[in-house]
């Protein structure tokens, strides 16, 4: 199990890193955007906090030339950098032109089990199916994933599957079922995991200090 999270936010990655809930994270332009102008000064932060994790950090360039000067540019940020690259036309043909340059990439914004399979044949490290956003254009997310995971497996293809777009705690377990390799969400995931059945875990904790201290149990 491999869990990473969706965020350039130092703060929200020092506690995720102290509670050891991490094994990687993951960025995106929107991310990035949030934390500062300078794109590698932000990823060079998250690889001091974290060294010895993966760090994915993303192109903005729209053709294939660009994307892999942009890419490049974000391998050379620390060892364990790895490149997002939109699962297009353009990006297949910097995935492919990446792996010869032995640059880890990852294929983002993956919808289909097609998109998938193609860019893990072009030689893609990841494939970052958006399960949570699958809906939108008629699919269903968990189907599409378990596609994939079904034909990777099938066909020993060794590109990992990194769940993405997650948005409800009970998607971890259920992407995981579906067979995902790895899963990335954002910080507000973490907390929604406890913050949402709080109510009733409290309640019970309550009444265990409550029949604690009626009995005058002790600690010693």
Known sequence: MRLLADTANIQELEILKS??????????????????????????AICRLLPDMEVFGQVV???????????????SVGPH????????????????KLKDLKIRTCATAVLTAPEALLCAQ??????APYTGQNDIIGF??????????????????????????????QELVDYF?????????????????????????QKYVDNFRSDWDKAGCFIK
Request: proline share 5%; with cysteine; glycine share 6%.
């Open 177 to 201: 079922l579906a067979g995902a390799d790895c899963l990335t969400f954002p910080y507000s995931v973490f907390e929604k995991a406890f913050t949402a059945p709080n109510p009733l875990t």
């Open 122 to 127: 072009a030689g893609a490290s990841y494939v």
């Open 81 to 96: 950098m790895v490149v997002k690259i939109p699962a297009n036309f353009c990006g297949i043909e910097a995935i492919a």
């Open 61 to 75: 360039g729209e053709t294939a030339e660009d994307m892999i000067e942009d890419a490049k540019k974000i391998h």
């Open 19 to 44: 509670r050891k809930l991490i094994d990687g994270v993951t960025t995106n332009p929107s991310i990035i955007s949030k934390e500062g102008k300078d794109a590698l000064k932000v990823l060079g």
């Open 140 to 169: 269903r997310g968990t189907e599409t994933l378990s596609q994939i995971a079904e034909v990777f497996k099938h066909l020993s293809i060794e590109t990992k599957i990194l769940a993405a777009s997650i948005e409800k705690p």
